[in-house]
């Protein structure tokens, strides 16, 4: 699983600067959660991360390799967005095969990735289902099965609880991060829930107007913060 490196990495929006020189190195399996109030530059942050926007300056590597100009479907990265993405026209089966067919597995391929990441997400017996049949969090499990199997070595998640209801997020937090750790996945999570980020993180980053406060283990950052 890959190690991220970020250096000196600033993202300006004509005269906004909405993230500003930041250095940040994600250990190979790590989870890390960004926390950050609206407008902080967590979700830019992220983006440049995964390759949807380039940084104004700086680069990101991963596992020392520089991806800064790389396209995002060549970064072997899983997205999950805070809204949930899937294919409204497929059945959940068919959304979760879709990465590994589209990188030319058979179908027979397809559909066994398929099912062994339901099966890791609990979701082995809706996959007949379509999208618009399933609960939030029944949703939020495909998109995630969905963005493992394709093969994804880093997982990004862009505030992806944001949209459930508060049993379900909880739940749902504690799902995610067994699979990660089961699979051994190196995690960026974006979020601006502290719960949520205290109950996850191997390691949380806090963000504030664009740069990084502080970055330590929850514990730590609860018990002793440098800036309260």
């Given at each position: ?62 596992d020392g390799k520089d991806v800064t ?137 806090v963000m504030r107007n664009g740069s ?17």
């Amino acid at each position: 699983m890959p190690k991220v490196s970020l250096e000196n990495i600033s993202m300006r929006f004509g005269d906004i600067t909405a993230v500003s020189n930041i250095d940040l190195v994600i250990k190979d399996g790590e989870y890390v959660t960004i926390l950050g109030p609206s407008g902080c530059g967590k979700t830019t942050l992220i983006k440049m991360i995964s390759g949807i926007l380039v940084p104004s300056e700086g680069r990101v590597l991963i596992d020392g390799k520089d991806v800064t100009g790389l396209p995002i479907e060549d970064r072997d990265n899983g997205y999950v967005f805070q809204n949930i993405a899937l294919f409204p026209h497929m059945k959940v089966v068919k959304n979760v095969s879709y990465g590994p067919r589209m990188q030319g597995s058979t179908k027979e391929e397809g559909r066994e990735t398929a099912d062994r990441f339901l099966k890791l997400v609990n979701m082995l017996d809706r996959l007949a289902m379509f999208p618009s049949e399933l609960s939030g969090g029944e949703q939020q499990k495909v998109a995630i099965a969905r963005a493992m199997a394709s093969g994804a070595r880093l997982l990004l998640l862009d505030e992806p609880l944001s949209a459930l209801d508060a049993r379900v997020r909880m739940d749902l937090r504690y799902e995610i991060r067994r699979l990660v750790k089961e699979l051994g996945i190196t995690v960026v999570h974006v979020t601006h829930d502290q719960d949520e980020a205290m109950s996850v993180s191997d390691r949380i980053v806090v963000m504030r107007n664009g740069s990084i406060v502080e970055s330590d283990s929850p514990m730590k950052l609860y018990r002793r913060p440098n800036n309260l």
